[in-house]
C-alpha cells in the first residue's frame, strides 16, 4: 500500500485575471488545431499514455493521500480505466473522423450528402474529487481525439490530485492546448462567465442544473454526468452469492462514493434474509479476513473529507432514528472518517436514505412481492444513473429493462457497463445530460457538419422555383404525393 507522498509542488492557480488571457490562447492555437492532421492528435495521446504509464506510482500515492484509496482500486479504476479509453482511441480514431456517407433521397437525385466531423474549439472540463484522475482524463482523452483545446478544473476536495494533474499538463502539453486551473468554487465561476464551446461537467445534479445555466448564456453545448439513488432489484431467481459478491463489491469500491454505485435494494421478500447472510460473508472475506475489523483493513478506503463524513455518517444515524435496523456494520470513527460497509432494513420510505443519493457504503434493503411493486418503488424517484438487475430469468429481466428508465444498465452485474468503450456512458433527466466514453465522447466534443454537393448545372429543385404557376402548383402536388 502506498503512504502519504508529497508530490511535485503544485502550479499555483491561476490568478483570476489571467484566465481570460488564457481562454484567449487557446481560441488562438484551437484555430490551428483544426488544421491539424489526426496524427497529430494521436502524438498527444501518446504522450498521455506514456506519462500516465511512467507515474504509476504518483498517481498511486495521490489518491491515498487525498482519501486512503487502496493501489489495487487506484489501478484499476483510475490507471486501468484511463488507458483503457486512451488505447481504444487510438485504434478508432482515423475511422470515427472519416467522413461519414448518407444516402440520396429521390427527390435530390444528384446531390451527395456526408458528415464531417470538425472540433468545436475551446473546451473546459470540471471533474469531480470521486474519481478525480480518471473523471479529468477520461473526458481529455475526446477533447484532444476531436481536435480541441482544454482547460481543466479539478476538485478542490483532492489538492493533492490536482496538483498532480497540473504537473501532468505541464509536462505532457503546450498550456495553450491543455492546462490546469485550479481553484475553489470561485475559479469554476470565473471560467464558466469564459464563452466556451463546450462544456464537460461530473458532479451532483445541483451543481449541473448551475453550470447548465452558465453555459446556456452563451449557448455552450454541455456535457452533464450527474448521478442519483442507482438501484438493484433482486428478484427469487437470482444467484444470491454471486448477486452478494457484485453488490458488495460495487457498493464497497472507493467507499460507496461512485456516481454508479448500488444505491439501494429492492429484494424478492422470500430470498431477502438470505442475501443479507450472504452479503454479510462477503463483507468480511472482503474487508475483515484477518478479523481485525474493517477499520483496519488496507482493502478500503475512507471518506473524502470531515464535510461529507459528517453528511453520510448523519443519513445513518437519522435512518436508525426513523425505525430502521442495521443488520450488518454500522460503526463510524469520525477521526479516520471510516464508516464501515452497512446494511439497513425496514428504511422507511421517506428517509433522507431513501429520497438523497448516499455516496457512502450504506446499503439500504427494501422487500417487494412482485416486479411490478418494485418497478413502481424505482420510478416513483427520479430517473437513475444506472440500473442493476439480478435474476435468472429472461423475462424478469426483460421486463425490468423495459419498465425502468435508467441512464444505463446491468444484468446480473453491477459498474461494468462504465467501463465498456463500446457502451455509451451517460444519464438521464435528472441523472445526466449527453453520453461520453469512446465513439459517443468523440461525437460529444466535435461538430458533426453535414454537407450537401450539387453538381453545376443540374437541374435540382429549380423546377419548383418562383413564379409560382398553375405548372409549379401541379410538380409541387406531384412532389406531396409521390415523393
Known amino acids: 500500500m502506498p503512504t502519504p507522498a508529497t508530490s511535485a509542488p503544485a502550479a ?32 498527444r495521446l501518446r504522450r498521455l499514455s506514456a506519462w500516465v504509464a511512467d507515474n504509476r506510482a504518483a498517481i498511486q500515492q495521490a489518491l491515498y493521500s487525498d482519501f486512503r484509496k487502496p493501489a489495487p482500486e487506484t489501478d484499476v479504476t483510475e490507471i486501468w480505466s484511463t488507458q483503457t479509453e486512451i488505447k481504444h482511441t487510438l485504434r478508432h480514431l482515423h475511422q470515427w473522423a472519416r467522413p461519414r456517407k448518407v444516402g440520396t433521397p429521390l427527390s435530390l437525385v444528384g446531390t451527395r450528402g456526408w458528415v464531417q466531423y470538425e472540433p468545436k474549439g475551446v473546451c473546459l472540463i470540471i471533474a469531480p474529487w470521486n474519481y478525480p484522475f480518471y473523471l479529468a482524463l477520461d473526458p481529455l482523452v475526446s477533447a484532444l481525439a476531436a481536435g480541441n483545446c482544454c482547460i481543466i478544473k479539478p476538485s478542490e476536495m483532492t489538492p493533492t490530485v490536482a496538483a498532480l494533474l497540473s504537473r501532468m499538463c505541464r509536462e505532457v502539453f503546450d498550456p495553450a492546448e491543455v492546462t490546469v486551473v485550479e481553484g475553489d468554487k470561485d475559479a469554476a465561476t470565473e471560467l464558466l462567465a469564459l464563452p466556451f464551446n463546450h462544456i464537460f461537467f461530473t458532479g451532483s445534479p445541483q451543481v449541473g442544473k448551475i453550470v447548465m445555466r452558465a453555459a446556456a448564456e452563451h449557448l455552450s ?16 431467481t437470482a444467484d444470491l452469492r454471486d448477486a452478494a459478491e457484485k453488490i458488495v463489491w460495487g457498493k464497497g469500491l472507493n467507499a460507496g462514493q461512485t ?10 421478500e422470500a430470498v431477502r434474509d438470505q442475501l443479507v447472510q450472504e452479503i454479510r460473508e462477503v463483507v468480511q472475506r472482503f474487508y475483515n479476513p484477518e478479523g481485525q475489523g474493517v477499520a ?8 473524502v473529507n470531515d464535510h461529507h463524513y459528517a453528511r453520510v455518517a448523519g443519513l445513518l444515524t437519522e435512518a436508525r ?6 443488520a450488518l456494520g454500522g460503526q463510524t470513527d469520525a ?28 446499503l439500504p434493503i427494501r422487500s417487494f412481492r412482485t416486479l411490478p411493486e418494485a418497478v413502481e418503488e424505482v420510478n416513483a424517484r427520479p430517473h437513475p444513473l444506472a440500473l442493476y438487475v439480478f435474476s435468472q430469468h429472461k423475462d424478469n429481466q426483460r421486463y425490468l429493462l423495459r419498465n425502468i428508465p435508467a441512464g444505463g444498465a446491468c444484468v446480473n452485474e453491477t459498474i461494468l457497463h462504465l467501463g465498456h468503450p463500446e457502451l455509451p456512458f451517460g444519464g438521464l433527466g435528472n441523472s445526466g445530460l ?50
Open 335 to 362: 477521526a479516520q472518517r471510516f464508516i464501515e460497509p452497512t446494511v439497513l432494513l425496514n428504511v422507511p420510505a421517506g428517509s433522507r436514505l431513501m429520497q438523497e443519493e448516499i455516496f457512502g457504503p450504506l
Open 321 to 326: 432514528e426513523q425505525g430502521a435496523t442495521v
Open 259 to 268: 456516481c454508479v454505485a448500488p444505491d439501494y435494494l429492492l429484494v424478492h
Open 434 to 483: 449527453g453520453r461520453a466514453h469512446g465513439l459517443a465522447g468523440f461525437q460529444a466534443f466535435s461538430n458533426e457538419k453535414s454537407v450537401l454537393q450539387q453538381r453545376v448545372g443540374l437541374t435540382g429543385l429549380k423546377p419548383i422555383y418562383p413564379p409560382y404557376t398553375p405548372k409549379v402548383k401541379k410538380l409541387v402536388n406531384w412532389l406531396l404525393k409521390w415523393l
Open 221 to 236: 453545448s454541455v456535457t452533464l454526468e450527474l448521478g442519483g439513488k442507482s438501484p438493484v432489484v433482486v428478484d427469487d
Open 296 to 303: 483496519a483493513s488496507g482493502s478500503f478506503a475512507r471518506i
Open 12 to 43: 499555483p492557480a491561476a490568478p483570476a485575471g489571467t484566465l481570460p488571457e488564457l481562454f484567449a490562447r487557446q481560441q488562438v492555437r484551437a484555430a490551428a488545431l483544426r488544421q491539424e492532421p489526426l496524427d497529430a492528435r494521436a502524438a
